[in-house]
C-alpha cells in the first residue's frame, strides 16, 4: 500500500467513525411516542442500523406500558434527516395510510412520532425479510413476492389524496449528466460508448409525456420488506410527483443489477421483472407508464455504475461491457425490453 493508499484509508476510516459516533449518540434517549398512549417506556436495547452523514437510522428494543394490561415489548426504528425533511416524511407517512397503506396485505411503517432537537422521526419497524434478501438468497425462479410488489405499486400510483411536489422536467437528465461525465472519466477506454448511450437515454428521458403520479423515488429491493401476507415499503425520502415509468423503470435496473452482481447476469431477473410487471398491470397500473419505463431502466443503469466504479469503486471493471450492452437494450424495445 503507497502513503497515499494508506492516508486515504485512514481518513476513510476516520469517516465512518464519525457516522458512527453520531448515530449512536441517537440512542441516547428513548425515541418519541407521541402518537401512542404510553404510560411508561423503559429501553431494553438498541443499536445502529445504518450510520449514515446526513439519515442516520437506530432501532431501539422497548417495554411500554399502555395501560391495565401492562407491558408490552415494542421495537421502534429512528431516522434522524439532519439535513430537513423529516416532518414532512411522517405526514407523508399517515397520509399513505390513510390513503390504505394500512391494510393486511399492502403498507408503509406507522410514524410514532417527531424529535424537533434530534430531527428524529420514530416510526414502528417493518417485517424483517426484504426483497434483496430473497434475491441475494437465490429466490429468483420464485414468482410471487416480485409480483405482490408490482401490486403494491399500482395501489400507490393510483393513489390521488397525496400533495407531493412535482419532480423538476430536468432531474432525471441532470442526474444521467452528471453519472455519464464521470464514468467517461473513469473508463476513457469506453467513452465514446458511454457518451452515445448517455445521449440517447438523455433524448429518450425527455421524450417522455405521462401524467405525474405519486412516485417513491428509490423504488428497489432494498427498501421493500415483506412477510406472508404484507408488503411494507420503507424511505420515501425522494417522494415526487412524476410519470410512473420512474418507479418501474428504476426497480427494474435496480433489480437487473444486483442479480447481476450476486448471481452473474442481468437476465437472471427475468422471471422476476416479468412477474413484477404482471402484478402491476393486474392491479390496474398504467401500460403507457410500462411502454416508457425503457429509458428509466437505461438511467438506472449509469446510476449503479457510477456507484460501483466511482463513489465506492469495487475494484473490478470485467462486468462493464455486458452491463453496457444491456443499458442499450433498454432503449430498443419499450417495455418488450425491459
Known sequence: MTALDQTRTEQRDARRAERLAAATALLQAPPP???????????????????????????????????????EPLTVIGKAFLRGGGEDAGRLLADLRAAGFDGPTSGVPRPLGWDPDRQLLAQEEAPAETLHALLVDGALGTAEPARRVGTWLARLHAVRTLHLPSLPADFETHALERYGVA????????????????????????????????????????????DD????????????????????????????TMVAAHHGSPALADTWVGAFLDGYLDE????????????????????????????????????VPGWLDAWERCLDGGGAAL
Not at 407521541?34 to 429501553?43: F, I
Not at 436495547?45 to 417495554?63: F, I, M, Q, T, Y
Request: hydrophobic content about 40%; glycine content about 10%; overall charge positive.
Open 183 to 226: 464514468l467517461e472519466a473513469e473508463l476513457p477506454e469506453l467513452a465514446g460508448r458511454i457518451g452515445a448511450l448517455r445521449s440517447a437515454t438523455g433524448r429518450a428521458l425527455s421524450a417522455v409525456r405521462l401524467p405525474h403520479v405519486p412516485t417513491h423515488g428509490d423504488f428497489q429491493p432494498k427498501n421493500v420488506h415483506l
Open 229 to 256: 401476507r404484507r408488503v411494507v415499503v420503507i424511505d420515501f425520502d425522494r417522494a415526487a410527483a412524476a410519470p410512473g415509468a420512474r418507479d418501474l423503470g428504476h426497480f427494474v435496473g435496480q433489480t437487473r
Open 284 to 319: 390496474g397500473g398504467s401500460p403507457d407508464a410500462v411502454s416508457a419505463a425503457g429509458p428509466y431502466v437505461a438511467r438506472t443503469y449509469a446510476e449503479v455504475l457510477y456507484y460501483r466504479l466511482v463513489v465506492r469503486p469495487v475494484g473490478r471493471t470485467d462486468f
Open 33 to 71: 411516542l407521541d402518537r401512542l398512549a404510553v404510560r411508561q417506556v423503559t429501553v431494553l436495547g438498541g443499536e445502529v442500523v445504518h450510520a449514515s452523514r446526513s439519515r442516520p437510522v437506530v432501532r431501539w428494543h422497548l417495554s411500554v406500558d399502555r395501560g391495565p394490561d401492562g407491558a
